[in-house]
């Protein structure tokens, strides 16, 4: 799963990966936690390639009201296609969602509170999380006020054998070169593309400050202890059949 992530590449480096104009007034976050806005890029009308801000948190097209708890944050790549959810947002509308790091959490021994790790790719720098998007209208006597919700969520994976040990889900990971088939490509291609990160990943053990969404500052990004690397694997995967987040 996925629940806590990084962004503080500079500007020109998103401009560069993913290919586009706009100069968004995008701040370093080093804590992004559900329900805020994140940024994200999507196709426009036009078959062009557009910045937007979403909230991370999925609510259906189809959905009497917004849910006050439970956001939907991750969809199972395994089910993505077929679940409700997700189905149709799946379908019509992926996005991706620029990420440099990603936080997980792991008892180190019965009874002992959780530690956070923050999990980047080996040579770090930014790359994309798999998502989709989903536009849900307020009822009409909201319209002329807020006319339509806009909402998102990071698709997930078994983990990469190499950070199995932390958790045994993980966010999709794109390759840069699979950027447009994810965006346009059929419903084949995209979903070929869900499969644990095959790249090199490293891992650090950071401080329980990220544990609260309040604190988004540099400091969380600190090892407090040695990093681990770990580099490509194709060695068995965990078992992860019976995690269904949602």
Not at 31 to 59: C, E
Not at 74 to 97: H, M, Q, W, Y
Not at 173 to 179: E, V
Not at 195 to 211: C, K
Request: aromatic share 8%; glycine share 6%; proline share 7%.
């Amino acid at each position: 799963m996925c629940g806590r992530y990084t962004l503080t590449s500079p500007l020109e480096a998103l401009s560069d990966l993913f290919g586009i104009s706009e100069r968004p007034n995008l701040a370093a976050s080093y804590n992004i936690a559900p329900t805020q806005m994140v940024a994200t890029i999507r196709i426009d009308n036009d078959g062009s390639r557009q910045f937007s801000r979403l909230i991370w948190g999925l609510v259906p097209s189809w959905a009497k009201e917004v849910a006050k708890s439970g956001p939907l944050i991750n969809a199972r790549g395994e089910t993505v296609d077929s679940k409700p959810s997700f189905r149709d947002a799946f379908r019509k509308r992926r996005c991706l969602i620029p990420a440099d790091g990603f936080y997980e959490w792991k008892r180190e021994k019965p009874g002992a509170p959780k530690q956070p790790y923050r999990i980047t790719l080996a040579e770090e720098g930014l790359f994309a999380f798999a998502g989709i998007w989903e536009r849900w209208e307020y009822p009409k006597a909201m319209e002329s006020v807020v006319p339509a919700l806009e909402t998102c969520a990071i698709v997930t994976t078994l983990a990469a054998p190499s950070i199995g040990h932390i958790h045994h889900r993980m966010p999709v990971i794109l390759d840069d070169a699979d950027h447009a088939t994810w965006l346009t490509a059929s419903l084949d291609e995209s979903l070929a593309l869900i499969r644990p990160y095959e790249g090199g990943l490293a891992a650090h053990t950071v401080s329980t400050r990220v544990n609260a969404v309040r604190n988004d500052d540099a400091e969380l990004l600190i090892p407090i202890t040695t990093g681990e690397i770990f580099e490509k694997s194709r060695d068995s995967q965990p078992d992860g059949s019976q995690f269904d987040l949602f």
